[in-house]
């Protein structure tokens, strides 16, 4: 479910397209922007236009631990959830987002074919993933945030941007 919004300056923009959870979308150019929603009810199938995607600022990864912390301490579960079986419970849900992707061929950006309910139904297995990597890696002792900073370093100095205007399809697989 999604709606226009745009009632107050220090909201979002008039042509951005706000969902019920917060996230925001926007045209990434000044002329000829069209919405996911507009692409969608014009028919659009394969064609949807390249836009700035972004997720709301909370839930923060810290929320996200804590939240499924208190979930798991009020059903006693964390008996059952030391790291490997929460490795094991990841990947499952990794191959439920699978299976929703399964024959489909690829996948155009936006998914403008899939429909509402198979959206919903990937936002549900995405967070499942999310929620047991979060807890993985709190039972782990891995500082998630500060972990992603340190890799993104990483990255930056095996893969310099100076050196990827070269780069061709399948050389810039991060490992
Ligand atoms: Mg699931």
């Known amino acids: 479910m999604m709606e226009k919004s ?3 300056s220090r909201g979002p923009k008039d042509d951005m397209v706000v969902f019920s959870n917060g996230c925001r979308e926007e045209p990434s150019g000044g002329d000829g922007g069209v919405s996911e929603a507009e692409s969608r009810s014009q028919g659009a199938a394969a064609a949807v236009s390249p836009q700035k995607f972004t997720f709301s600022p909370k839930p923060s990864i810290e929320d996200i631990r804590r939240m499924q912390a208190d979930f798991t ?12 079986n929460l490795l094991l419970a990841m990947v499952g849900e990794v191959g439920e987002v699978a299976e929703l ?4 061929g690829e996948v155009a950006e936006g998914l ?7 959206r919903e139904q990937l936002a549900h297995e ?3 993933v999310l ?8 039972k782990c002792r ?4 500060q972990a992603v900073l340190r890799k993104m ?10 050196k990827s205007q070269d780069a061709r399809l399948g050389s810039a697989v991060q490992q």
């Open 6 to 8: 745009g009632e107050d």
């Open 73 to 84: 301490d009020e059903r006693d579960w964390n008996k059952f959830h030391q790291p490997r």
């Open 131 to 138: 929620i047991y990597l979060v807890e993985l890696a709190e």
């Open 101 to 104: 992707f399964q024959w489909r």
């Open 126 to 128: 995405l967070s499942d």
């Open 112 to 118: 403008p074919d899939w429909t509402e309910s198979e």
């Open 153 to 162: 370093a990483l990255n930056r100095l095996k893969y310099p941007a100076s």
């Open 142 to 145: 891995v500082d998630l945030p």
